[in-house]
C-alpha cells in the first residue's frame, strides 16, 4: 500500500479501530466536535449550513487527496452529494465504504443505491443483526460483512482484578456509564478507559454502536437504554435484541429503568447476564476490516487515474 489511506467520518471509534491495524498511519478528516486522542494527522471540517458543507467537503477532498497523494478513501457514514462529487472528480482513487447497518424501518432510503459510486462496500457486524429491519438488509450485493468492530480484542482487556487495582477500587460494587447519566445505591461510579471495563459490576448505557459492542465483549452486565434522539440508528433494535439473548436488559421506557436498575444490582442476575455475554462472545472485526481495506487500497498515485469497476456515479 504505497498511496496513502484518507478516512471520512464524524463517528470516528470505527474508523479509528481500523486505522490501528492499518500498515501505514492514514489521515482522516472529521467534523466531530471533539476530536479524537490519536497518532495520526487529522483534519478538520467545520459544520456549517448544507450548500456550503458539500462545496466544502468536495474542496477540502480534493486538497487532502492532491497534497498528500492519497489513493484510497474510506467513507464511514453516509455518503453527501459533496463526496459523491468527489468521487466523479478523482477517478483514479480507490473509494471504499463502511456502511453502517441496524437503519430504523423506513429511513436513510435516500442512500441506497449510492454504493455503485464506491469500488467496494463493507458493512460492520451487529450482534443484533437478526434483528435488522433496516433498508440494508435488502441491499447485500456486493457487501462484504465483517464481526463488530471495537478498539480492543477481548485479549487486549485486563481481567477484573487488574482493572479494579489500575482504578484503585476496592470492594465496593462500581457501576459505569455510557451516553448517560445515573446512579445506583450502593455502587460507585467509575469512568474507566476501554482496556479496563471488567473493573465495572454493572454498566448502564445506551445502545450505540460502540458502548453496546464494547460493553457485551467485555462481559460486563449492562441494562441498555436506547436513545429516542439518536437518528436513524436503531438502538432499540439493538438493545431489545441483546436482552431477547439473555444477554443484558434493555429499559425500553425511561419508567422501567429504576426497577431494571434493583433487578440488575442483584448478584445472581449479573452473575447470569455475564456468563451469557461469554457463551454468546463474538470476534472483534477490526483486523478483518483493515485487511479489506489493505487489499483493495490503490498502489497508484491518483494523478494516474486508474479504470475501476465502479458503477455509474449518480
Do not use: K
Not at 464506491?118 to 437478526?130: I, K, Q, R, S, W
Not at 471495537?150 to 485479549?155: C, E, G, M, S, V
Not at 446512579?183 to 476501554?194: C, D, L, N, R, S
Request: with cysteine; charged share 25%.
Amino acid at each position: 500500500m504505497n498511496a496513502r489511506v484518507l478516512l471520512v467520518g464524524d463517528m470516528t471509534d470505527r474508523l479509528l479501530a481500523v486505522a490501528a491495524r492499518l500498515p501505514a498511519a492514514p489521515i482522516l478528516l472529521t467534523s466531530a466536535a471533539e476530536l479524537p486522542r490519536a497518532p495520526l494527522l487529522i483534519e478538520h471540517l467545520p459544520e456549517t449550513n448544507r450548500p456550503r458543507r458539500e462545496t466544502l467537503l468536495r474542496d477540502r477532498l480534493r486538497h487532502l487527496i492532491e497534497v498528500h497523494e492519497i489513493g484510497t478513501v474510506v467513507l464511514d457514514g453516509v455518503p453527501e452529494d459533496g463526496l459523491l462529487a468527489a468521487t466523479a472528480d478523482h477517478p483514479g482513487v480507490t473509494w471504499l465504504w463502511l456502511r453502517p447497518a441496524m437503519w430504523r424501518r423506513g429511513q436513510g432510503l435516500r442512500w441506497r443505491g449510492r454504493s455503485a459510486a464506491f469500488d467496494a462496500v463493507l458493512e460492520p457486524g451487529e450482534f443484533a443483526t437478526a434483528g435488522d429491519e433496516g433498508w440494508t438488509v435488502y441491499d447485500r450485493e456486493g457487501v462484504t460483512t465483517v464481526a463488530p468492530i471495537t478498539a480492543l480484542d477481548r485479549a487486549d482487556l485486563l481481567d477484573r482484578a487488574a482493572a479494579r487495582e489500575r482504578l484503585g477500587l476496592g470492594d465496593e460494587p462500581a457501576v459505569v456509564c455510557r451516553g448517560l447519566t445515573t446512579t445506583v445505591p450502593g455502587f460507585t461510579v467509575i469512568e474507566p478507559e476501554a482496556r479496563a471495563l471488567r473493573a465495572a459490576d454493572l454498566a448502564v448505557a445506551t445502545a450505540g454502536y460502540t458502548a453496546y459492542h464494547e460493553l457485551l465483549a467485555a462481559g460486563v452486565p449492562t441494562v441498555f437504554v436506547p436513545d429516542e434522539d439518536a437518528g436513524p440508528d436503531d438502538q432499540l433494535a439493538r438493545a431489545r435484541f441483546a436482552a431477547a439473548a439473555g444477554a443484558a436488559l434493555c429499559a425500553e421506557r425511561a419508567a422501567d429503568l429504576a426497577d431494571l436498575l434493583a433487578l440488575a444490582a442483584r448478584p445472581e442476575v449479573r452473575a447470569a447476564l455475564a456468563s451469557r455475554c461469554a457463551e454468546v462472545a463474538f470476534e472483534n472485526g477490526a483486523s478483518a476490516a483493515a485487511e479489506w481495506v489493505g487489499s483493495r487500497a490503490s498502489p497508484a498515485s491518483p494523478a494516474s487515474p486508474a479504470p475501476t469497476g465502479r458503477g455509474p456515479r449518480s
